[in-house]
Structures are given as structure tokens and as C-alpha cells.
């Protein structure tokens, strides 16, 4: 199996945790009204390129608007899906390209200082409401709808998440999402005023050490921006491709808008 086909399973599980997955000739339909403004749970995934784009664009449009959600695709192979990205714009859609890189670890720890002021425990329900506070605070993720998106995940247990804290502060999370053979770091948050005081070495530092005890073949992360993947970088993750995906709209901000705060 290559590279592609790898990253694509493992993303697939992962939306499938917190969604519901619709197969059609051209891709998937995913869709979830318990958070309907939830980008990743709501969208077309185009896989195929469509024999008759209109006619995805219409089916698409009927689908999402019947459950009051705002229709949104994510388009793949963008240099080949041309006559679609024009029908869309045709059609009203705002359209962005996003450059998404791709990282996987090479088995190297974090090399990280030991501080005594921070320390990582595992998410209980005695915790959970702090790691609640802490990613609903992030727009990144999603805002207020990673109140219940992270209870889903709570409950599955594909899913270690972990919460960090400074002088007894809860301030830092993250999460293993686990299938197969293969895992990937998510919901990785910082509170604003924790930023920059090297705290998230400790956290990432924790999981991989959590992560080598485990047969797992490969251990991905996907970094939203070039900064990002600059600091996963300097805790042992290479980056192996970069993923064009095209996302267009009908409604709300852009994914661009929304990473720039």
C-alpha cells in the first residue's frame, strides 16, 4: 500500500469516528447535524471526477441544505478537477487551496529538558471539563463545537487524549487516534498565554514515549501551517509529502480565515 493510500485509510477511520460516512459513485458524503458547523464532519470528499459536475453539484447541494447544513466540498487531484472547481465557483461557492503537509515520526524522542513545573496526565472524567475549556478556547479546532466532539471521542476508545498543566494549571492537550497499525496526533492546543514557553516539547515528548510502547507501523501528525510543521519538525517528524485540497464553500469563512484567527 502506498504512502497515499496509508494517509487516506487512517483519515477516513479517523472522520468515521465522529461522523457518518455516505458512499457515492464520485466519493463520500459525511455529514453530522449534532455539529453541523463542524467543517471536517460536513463535507463532500471528491475522490472521482465527476462524469457531470452539475449534476454532484446539485445532488450535494440537496443533501446538505435538507439538513440545514452548509454545503461544502473537499476536492482532491485539484489539477485535475477543473471543470468541477468552475462549476462551483459558477454556482456561487467560495474556493480556496490549501497546502497540507504531511509528517511522520521517525522513531526519535522529543529531546526535552525535564521542568518540574509541568506534568501530563491522561483525560478522565474528572479532567475532561478543563481539556474542554482549553480546545473550545482554540478557533482552529473548531471552537465551541469541540465541546461535544471531544466527548464523542472521550467515549471511543480509539482515542488517548492527554491534558498538561504548568504550576497545576491545565493549559496544553492532545490526542492519539489509533487504527490498526497506524496513529495520529490531533487536537494538539495551547492557551494563548502559554504560547512560546517551550511547553508543548513536554506533551509531545509524553505521547511518543506512550506511542513506542505500542506495534504500530507508523505515527502521523498534520500540521495546519508551515509554522507548525516547523516545530513538529524539531521533535523528530519529517515531512513525506504535502497535499493540495481544494475547499469550497457556500457559507461561513474560509479554513484560511479561520487559521489566521
Known amino acids: 500500500m502506498d504512502i497515499l493510500k496509508k494517509i ?3 483519515d477516513f477511520a479517523y472522520l468515521e469516528s465522529f461522523t457518518t460516512r455516505k458512499e457515492t459513485p464520485w466519493g463520500s458524503l459525511f455529514y453530522d447535524q449534532r455539529q453541523p458547523l463542524y467543517y471536517d464532519a460536513n463535507h ?41 472547481i468552475n462549476a462551483l465557483k459558477d454556482e456561487g461557492f467560495g474556493y480556496e487551496e490549501l497546502q497540507s503537509p504531511v509528517q ?7 529531546s526535552v529538558q525535564s521542568r518540574e513545573d509541568l506534568t501530563v496526565e491522561v483525560l478522565t472524567l474528572e479532567n475532561l471539563q478543563e481539556a474542554i475549556d482549553i480546545e473550545c478556547s482554540i478557533e482552529e479546532l473548531g471552537g465551541s463545537s469541540r ?7 472521550f467515549e471511543n476508545p480509539a482515542y488517548v487524549h492527554y491534558l498538561l498543566r504548568k504550576d497545576g494549571k491545565a493549559c496544553s492537550t492532545a ?28 506533551l509531545i515528548h509524553h505521547i511518543q514515549k ?13 500540521p495546519i501551517n508551515e509554522r507548525v510543521e516547523k516545530v513538529y519538525a ?3 517528524f519529517n515531512t513525506v509529502t504535502t497535499i493540495t485540497t481544494g475547499h469550497a ?11 489566521q484567527g
Open 104 to 110: 511522520l515520526w521517525t522513531g526519535e524522542m522529543a
Open 249 to 259: 464553500f457556500l457559507g461561513g469563512k474560509s479554513i484560511t480565515e479561520i487559521q
Open 234 to 236: 524539531r521533535y523528530g
Open 8 to 10: 487516506e485509510e487512517l
Open 175 to 202: 490526542c492519539i487516534f489509533h487504527f490498526g497499525k497506524q496513529a495520529r496526533m490531533e487536537s494538539v492546543a495551547t492557551l494563548k498565554e502559554y504560547r512560546g514557553q517551550g511547553i508543548i516539547g513536554t
Open 44 to 84: 463532500a470528499h471528491i475522490r472521482e471526477i465527476p462524469e457531470n459536475p452539475k449534476e454532484v453539484i446539485t445532488e450535494v447541494i440537496s443533501f446538505y441544505q435538507s439538513l440545514e447544513i452548509i454545503p461544502r466540498f473537499y476536492i482532491y487531484d485539484t489539477a485535475s478537477q477543473g471543470e468541477l
Open 147 to 153: 465541546e461535544n466532539l471531544l466527548k464523542i471521542e
Open 210 to 222: 506512550e506511542v513506542a510502547k505500542k506495534d504500530l507501523e507508523h505515527f502521523w501528525v498534520f
